[in-house]
């Protein structure tokens, strides 16, 4: 019997060796310096424990009365704590019901005229609209004025990487020609391709999803969900205009389509490991640029079925994309005011189609983002311009959540000439998708013990404010 119990305390400390090995082999490639002197330290003393099982052996120490019972509560003790952390603990059902789940009063449909990139991008002094808006919300024109003033990001004066980001902002820019490209009414709104003479291709909701969902994922899409549209979540009025169309400011959007489909593309660990600095808008533009490409695709592929659709992306929302993403089961809204997903974390950036084209729509997930980001609060801490909530969720709008400070957060990006991406940086959510940080992201979206395990972990490994990581050779700001 003792044998017995001695082989399987040995394969459980080879197993944890090894995935202490592998821990440390993954902090190196992720070239965390801190991380690996701990995960290396961690590594030697699981391997201590089974070369000192083989050296208690060897002297017979399990033999006695003693040993027996240390085995014996070793392995009581161990595989307590496995299903400690393994087991379903601390489950949120209210997440299953997407964002109704979140809802504690009216719901008041979201002007976009009051976003601060669409005031910042459109609304310039002399035009007719800007007199119109600021007569309206004087509180906002003071700020926004003395924000045009300093320059918005990329690389403008004060940038914390001039005069070598340069070349950065000129790869950024290189990327945003795409959606600019692709933000006129023919593209985001497609016509049926005229090989196909106005026929409707008539599909089973069950085929069409399937269809959509691998044409999404074959295009560059990482995730892909579908959800019946909550109009709460239409933007009550244009406020974005490109193209001079002018026509369109203050318009009430309304929309028939009754189906989005939501997709998300990864932004690149290694550029957003360097933020705040020029690189990491290199990541952030490449995937709008990426999901106006996937997202005008997946329109005209949908229109082409005979089909109304519409792309929204980076040029051209008619929706906010994060609350149709929670609804089609991509994830949950964290602390940062982000999608937070599973297999990226805050990492993504997110395209959408609405259609008419009948589908059937995702449940919402629980991925355990509430529980962890009550625990976490790294992203706030690490806020430079605090405008991320330190506290518990609040009413804002009708639904509980957490409320970004968007107007302090874009004055930031001013000031930097970058657009952060800080608080994405430091999730513990955004580490790299390797096999040891895809077990941790298994183990936290199930426990709520697990949560508080890594996320301490988190801290000691990587720092409470990690500092950013070197840039590629490619992308370097300290030449």
Same mark, same amino acid.
Not at 225 to 242: D, M, Q, S, V
Not at 277 to 306: E, R, W
Not at 336 to 347: A, I, V
């Given at each position: 019997?003792?044998?017995?119990?001695?082989?399987?305390?040995?394969?459980? /400390?080879?197993?944890?060796?090894?995935?202490?090995?592998? =821990?440390?082999? /993954?902090?190196?490639?992720?070239?965390?310096?801190?991380?690996?002197?701990?995960?290396?330290?961690?590594?030697?003393?699981?391997?201590?424990?089974?070369?000192? @099982?083989?050296?208690?052996?060897?002297?017979? !120490? =399990?033999?006695?009365?003693?040993?027996?019972?240390?085995?014996?509560?070793?392995?009581?003790?161990?595989?307590?704590?496995?299903?400690?952390?393994? @087991?379903?603990?601390? /489950?949120?059902?209210?997440?299953?019901? %997407?964002?109704?789940?979140?809802?504690?009063?009216?719901?008041?449909?979201?002007?976009?005229?009051?976003?601060?990139?669409?005031?910042?991008?459109?609304?310039?002094?002399?035009?007719?609209?800007?007199?119109?808006?600021?007569?309206? *919300?004087?509180? *906002?024109?003071?700020?926004?004025?003395?924000?045009?003033?300093? %320059?918005?990001? @990329?690389?403008?004066?004060? /940038?914390?990487?001039?005069?070598?980001?340069?070349?950065?902002?000129?790869?950024?820019?290189?990327?945003?020609?795409?959606?600019?490209? @692709?933000?006129?009414?023919?593209? =985001?709104?497609?016509?049926?391709?005229? +090989?196909?003479?106005?026929?409707?291709?008539?599909?089973?909701?069950?085929?069409?999803?399937?269809?959509?969902?691998?044409?999404?994922?074959?295009?560059?899409?990482?995730?892909?969900?579908?959800?019946?549209?909550?109009?709460?979540?239409?933007?009550?009025?244009?406020?974005?205009?490109?193209?001079?169309?002018?026509?369109?400011?203050?318009? +009430?959007?309304?929309?028939?389509?009754?189906?989005?489909?939501?997709?998300?593309?990864?932004?690149?660990?290694? &550029?957003?490991?360097?933020?705040? *600095?020029?690189?990491?808008?290199?990541?952030?533009?490449?995937?709008?640029?990426?999901?106006? #490409?996937?997202?005008?695709?997946?329109?005209?592929?949908?229109?082409?079925?005979?089909?109304?659709?519409?792309?929204?992306?980076?040029?051209?929302?008619?929706?906010?994309?994060?609350?149709?993403?929670?609804?089609?089961?991509?994830?949950?809204? %964290?602390?940062? %005011?982000?999608?937070?997903?599973?297999? =990226?974390?805050?990492?993504?950036?997110?395209?959408?189609?609405?259609?008419? &084209?009948?589908?059937?729509?995702?449940?919402?997930?629980?991925?355990?983002?509430?529980? #962890?980001?009550?625990?976490?609060?790294?992203?706030?801490? $690490?806020?430079?311009?605090?405008?991320?909530? &330190?506290?518990?969720? +609040?009413?804002?709008?009708?639904?509980?959540?957490?409320?970004?400070?968007? +107007?302090?957060?874009?004055?930031?990006?001013?000031?930097?000439?970058?657009? $952060?991406?800080?608080?994405?940086?430091?999730?513990?959510?955004?580490?790299?998708?390797?096999?040891?940080?895809?077990?941790?992201?298994?183990?936290?979206?199930?426990?709520?013990?697990?949560?508080?395990? !890594?996320?301490?972990?988190?801290?000691? !490994?990587?720092?409470?404010?990690?500092?950013?990581?070197?840039?590629?050779?490619?992308?370097?700001?300290?030449?």
């Amino acid at each position: 019997m003792i044998s017995i119990l001695f082989l399987i305390a040995v394969a459980a /400390s080879i197993i944890t060796a090894i995935m202490g090995l592998s =821990f440390l082999i /993954s902090c190196i490639w992720e070239k965390e310096t801190r991380a690996a002197l701990y995960a290396g330290l961690q590594f030697l003393l699981m391997l201590g424990l089974v070369f000192l @099982l083989f050296y208690l052996e060897a002297t017979a !120490f =399990f033999e006695t009365a003693t040993g027996r019972a240390g085995l014996i509560l070793g392995l009581v003790l161990t595989g307590g704590t496995f299903a400690l952390l393994t @087991l379903r603990i601390g /489950s949120n059902p209210q997440a299953l019901q %997407g964002t109704r789940g979140l809802m504690v009063g009216n719901v008041k449909r979201y002007d976009e005229r009051d976003i601060v990139f669409a005031r910042n991008r459109t609304l310039s002094p002399g035009l007719e609209q800007y007199q119109a808006y600021y007569e309206l *919300h004087p509180e *906002h024109e003071q700020y926004d004025a003395a924000r045009r003033k300093r %320059g918005g990001p @990329l690389g403008k004066p004060g /940038s914390i990487d001039k005069p070598q980001d340069r070349p950065n902002v000129a790869a950024t820019l290189a990327s945003l020609s795409i959606p600019l490209h @692709l933000s006129t009414p023919e593209k =985001f709104n497609p016509s049926q391709h005229p +090989e196909f003479s106005q026929q409707r291709v008539e599909l089973s909701p069950a085929s069409a999803s399937a269809r959509i969902k691998g044409y999404t994922l074959s295009i560059g899409a990482k995730l892909v969900g579908i959800t019946e549209i909550n109009p709460l979540w239409i933007y009550a009025n244009r406020g974005e205009i490109f193209n001079e169309n002018w026509d369109d400011w203050g318009r +009430e959007i309304e929309l028939t389509h009754k189906y989005a489909v939501v997709f998300a593309t990864e932004m690149g660990f290694e &550029l957003v490991g360097t933020a705040p *600095h020029s690189s990491t808008t290199i990541a952030s533009m490449a995937n709008y640029a990426s999901g106006a #490409f996937i997202a005008t695709q997946l329109a005209a592929f949908i229109a082409n079925l005979g089909y109304s659709a519409t792309a929204n992306h980076l040029r051209h929302y008619d929706a906010a994309l994060v609350p149709l993403a929670v609804d089609a089961g991509l994830g949950e809204t %964290g602390r940062l %005011g982000y999608l937070m997903t599973k297999d =990226f974390g805050p990492r993504v950036r997110l395209g959408a189609v609405t259609t008419d &084209l009948a589908l059937i729509p995702d449940n919402p997930v629980d991925i355990g983002v509430e529980d #962890f980001c009550k625990i976490c609060k790294k992203c706030a801490h $690490c806020c430079p311009s605090n405008s991320i909530p &330190l506290d518990d969720q +609040e009413a804002v709008n009708g639904t509980r959540r957490w409320k970004l400070n968007a +107007e302090t957060c874009f004055d930031y990006w001013g000031k930097v000439g970058t657009d $952060c991406n800080i608080c994405m940086r430091v999730c513990p959510w955004s580490h790299a998708n390797t096999s040891p940080h895809k077990l941790i992201r298994t183990l936290i979206t199930r426990n709520r013990y697990s949560r508080y395990l !890594f996320n301490s972990m988190d801290d000691i !490994f990587y720092g409470r404010k990690p500092k950013p990581k070197p840039a590629p050779e490619w992308a370097r700001f300290d030449e």
